[in-house]
């Protein structure tokens, strides 16, 4: 994975934040809405969004596995912050890889989490009728599904092996246009980039456990800036959901004990209620015929809120232990068998 560099310009004016981000229609909505965020807190703050184009946004042909995968949607970002070009980068938290790649850059925020599940997305002119409680049942055999997602592609093997599973590249909208235009019977979508868009008239179905695990931190945004910027961390640290931000750390960190990439097979739900963390974790193999499936819960203290270091060590030796559970099972073999 490529390193990234530093350098140690001093940071702009108080009364300005730049945000880097790409410049996708959904990621453009998610920098608009941490800049909202922003100014409710701080309504005098001049916020200005910065451009990025990432390895990702360069190539929208070939499968993000082939470009390197993790990090595909995050390096430049970074590299941003890191060149002082911005104060904060956006990223969707699913893309932000678990590994260290900049220790300059610390995930100062993590805002309240969207709709975290998978869509089913027919066409607009469809006819078919759902069943909720099984929607890919509508899908004739050998329907053309299009997913880019390791992830989505094991579990719809492993749910449908008759389906044809196609790549697919491109924007949301460009994915839509695709789908409409009969080059697949189906997409997968995540439900989140759909509702903030406005497009919940696209989503077919939602696809949920045990039928679908989402990615870790989906739904989620991931803030990041540098370590060393106390008067942006601070501001965001106002601005970070603590249920959300215990649920993800517990995820991301099965994902780092499975030394797993954002584009693994490997699905998680996460959820708390109350003084209890729930969480399921799924990881398959890239054919879907094998896969391995751990639950396990933990309790909080009564008198310990979300944002206490004791709760963030739990949901961390939460994550670690279930993550053991399943390479003792064998999970590092099913990780390591993908492209």
């Known amino acids: 994975m490529p390193v990234l560099h530093t350098n140690t310009t001093e940071i702009t004016s108080v009364k300005k934040f730049r945000i880097a981000t790409r410049s996708s229609q959904l990621a453009l909505w998610q920098a608009n809405y941490m800049s909202d965020l922003i100014h409710s807190i701080a309504s005098d ?8 184009t990432t390895i990702g946004d360069q190539d929208q042909s070939q499968p993000l596995r082939t470009l390197g995968g993790t990090g595909v949607f995050t390096r430049e ?18 893309d932000l890889p678990t590994v ?17 599940w998978d869509a089913l997305v027919l066409p607009a002119n469809s006819s078919l009728e759902i069943d909720p409680e099984n929607p890919l049942s509508c899908l004739a055999p050998g329907s053309r599904i299009g997913s880019g997602s390791p992830r989505r592609q094991a579990q719809l093997k492993a749910n449908r092996p008759d389906l044809k599973l196609l790549e697919i590249r491109g924007n949301l909208s460009t994915r839509l246009q695709k789908l409409d235009a009969g080059e697949y019977d189906a997409i997968i979508l995540a439900a989140a980039g759909l509702q903030r868009l406005g497009w919940d008239e696209r989503l077919s179905a939602l696809l949920m456990p045990p039928l679908m695990y989402p990615a870790v931190g989906q739904g989620a945004l991931g803030i990041e800036c540098r370590a060393d ?5 601070s501001l965001l640290a106002q601005l970070t959901d603590p249920e959300t931000q215990l649920a993800t750390v517990t ?16 699905g998680i739900s996460c959820s708390i209620d109350q003084q209890t963390i729930s969480v399921q ?31 963030q060590q739990i949901a961390i030796n939460l994550g ?9 099972q064998g999970a590092d073999a099913l990780i390591a068998e993908q492209p």
């Open 100 to 116: 260290v790649v900049a220790p300059e850059l610390t995930l100062a925020c993590v805002p309240p989490r969207a709709n975290r």
């Open 281 to 311: 974790v799924i990881v398959l193999s890239q054919d879907g015929q094998q896969s391995l499936l751990e639950k396990a819960t933990a309790t909080l203290p009564i008198d310990s809120d979300f944002s206490s270091n004791q709760s």
């Open 320 to 328: 670690k232990n279930i993550a053991n559970n399943l390479l003792a």
């Open 229 to 233: 910027d106390e008067r942006t961390r």
């Open 45 to 52: 703050i001049e916020v200005e969004l910065v451009d990025v």
């Open 77 to 94: 970002v970074q590299q941003a912050v890191l060149d002082s070009r911005a104060e904060i980068a956006v990223h969707s938290l699913k």
């Open 251 to 266: 995820e991301r960190t099965v994902l780092a004990q499975l030394q797993a990439g954002c584009h693994a097979p490997v």
